[in-house]
Nanobody
């Protein structure tokens, strides 16, 4: 019904940049919010950033001023600048959606993409 696909992870030096992309596709659904979580080994998954509609954004305090989330229809981007070693984690994209004609709400998750910040 719906597929969420992430890309853009990799290995970067501290201070470097990466841009993550996530595309939601399918039929009979409407996405009203998208965002990114991350999870490092031994830690709980935490919300990094989210966007409601196309303009209302929310960021974790740890990434404010460094990360920017944006959305173009069913594609969401996370521009990550000034990366730090503590940003190392698997990043997961999600899409909150409502199935057309039902009012049923559900979250779809991507497979995750590894971001490693190391010298």
């Amino acid at each position: 019904q719906v597929q969420v696909v992430e890309s853009g992870g990799g290995l970067v030096q501290p201070g470097g940049s990466l841009r993550l992309s996530c595309v939601g596709s399918g039929t009979f659904f409407s996405i009203y919010a998208m965002g990114w979580y991350r999870q490092a080994p031994g830690k709980q998954r935490e919300l990094v950033a989210r966007i409601i509609g196309t303009s209302t954004t929310d960021y974790s305090d740890s990434v404010k001023g460094r990360f920017t989330i944006s959305r173009d229809e069913n594609t969401v981007y996370l521009q990550m600048n000034s990366l730090k070693p503590e940003d190392t984690a698997v990043y997961y994209c999600y899409a909150s959606m409502i199935v057309t004609g039902t009012g049923y709400e559900s979250d779809a998750w991507g497979q995750g993409t590894q971001v490693t910040v190391s010298s």
